[in-house]
């Protein structure tokens, strides 16, 4: 026997979405933890400068002279 929500049950219905409105932010917060030390300069230090245009990549300096672009 299957079970389904009613979508008439406004109580179901707002608990469900509460329920995927919290493993969508639990996924964000462990793509966040595991993609931590990802960083854009090849020496691991945060950039120095950027320039972006409107459409287009960004370009990053990174401190030992490096542009990188993203």
Sequence with gaps: MKRRLDLRNRK????AMTACALVLFAAGIVAAFLSRHNTIC??????VAQQSDVI???????????????
Aim: with cysteine.
């Design 12 to 15: 179901a219905v707002l608990l």
């Design 56 to 70: 287009g990549p960004t370009e990053y300096r990174c401190a030992n002279g490096v542009v990188v672009t993203k």
């Design 42 to 47: 090849p020496d691991k230090k945060p950039p």
